[in-house]
């Protein structure tokens, strides 16, 4: 599923952050993650498909349900990839306005290409970059949304950060992002699909084993539901909730800034 691609702006020497189960130096996690998506920009959107049969687009479209998209928002979707969440916005708020964002230009580079991004050219943007550094001015959106693309981050408190800057004053983030499952028994037999099946089927799709084992190792390093909304309200986002998605596979939180 969607992941942020950022460049490691700021790394402090000698720190050291994971990725998947490996521990690596902060200033090499992000080159890594970027040789992961590139790897596999061409089979994304399938392998989303066959990754989770096709669940992944039942919490897109719960994700857009709480957020109620409105005519005259700017979105920025961070990690936004191939440009489904933006194409879900805009479909449900055809007077608004998207940014995708990503750090990975041959992911942008697949979602030019889709038939939706041609039919909404005059209300997309495509922009390359880090979400540790964005590119744009204090308060300039209304809506932060980042897909399956927090836990790739390098610092995500520093994502966080620049992601209440860009919001205007009322503006919301939200994040939808795989999460631990509240019961042992039925989190065991979830890993033992993610470790078993899912780097197989990227090897079989997309001829790439190595990534897909990285994907899966980097859901189980992210923050269970209530860490990370504390890192949330630690980043100034008042109002932080959040909501399970498929009994917590994947859960969806949300702050505003006020």
């Known amino acids: 599923m969607a992941?942020?691609?950022?460049?490691?702006?700021?790394?402090?020497?000698?720190?050291?952050?994971?990725?998947g189960f490996q521990d690596v130096a902060e200033d090499q996690k992000a080159g890594m993650v970027h040789g992961v998506f590139t790897n596999v920009a061409s089979k994304y959107d399938v392998m989303n498909d066959v990754?989770?049969?096709?669940?992944?687009?039942?919490w897109k479209d719960a994700m857009m349900d709480w957020l109620a998209p409105r005519d005259g928002q700017k979105l920025l979707d961070v990690a936004g990839g191939t440009g489904d969440i933006s194409f879900r916005f805009l479909k449900r708020a055809p007077g608004a306005h998207a940014t995708v964002f990503d750090m990975t230009q041959s992911m942008l580079d697949e979602g030019e290409k889709r038939a939706e991004a041609e039919a909404m050219a005059d209300k997309l943007d495509w922009v390359c970059?880090?979400?540790?550094?964005?590119?744009?001015?204090?308060?300039?959106f209304d809506v932060?949304?980042?897909?399956f693309g927090i836990r790739n981050v390098?610092?995500?408190?520093?994502?966080?950060?620049?992601?209440?800057?860009v919001l205007r004053p009322g503006?919301?983030?939200?994040?939808?992002?795989?999460?631990q499952l509240p019961n042992d028994g039925m989190q065991k037999l979830y890993d033992l699909y993610s470790f078993n099946v899912i780097p197989r089927m990227g090897q079989l799709i997309a001829g790439d084993r190595d990534s897909y084992q990285y994907l899966v190792e980097s859901i189980r390093k992210f923050p269970d539901q209530d860490t990370f909304a504390g890192m949330i309200r630690d980043a100034e986002f008042e109002q932080v909730k959040y909501r399970n998605l498929s009994m917590g596979i994947a859960a969806l939180h949300s702050g505003w800034k006020l």
């Open 129 to 140: 970059g880090d979400a540790m550094a964005l590119p744009f001015a204090d308060n300039s």
């Open 154 to 165: 390098t610092r995500i408190n520093e994502a966080l950060s620049e992601a209440y800057r």
């Open 144 to 147: 932060y949304t980042i897909s």
């Open 51 to 58: 990754m989770s049969v096709g669940i992944h687009r039942v």
């Open 171 to 179: 503006g919301r983030l939200m994040v939808l992002e795989f999460s």
């Open 3 to 19: 992941d942020d691609r950022t460049t490691n702006s700021g790394a402090q020497s000698g720190a050291t952050t994971h990725f």
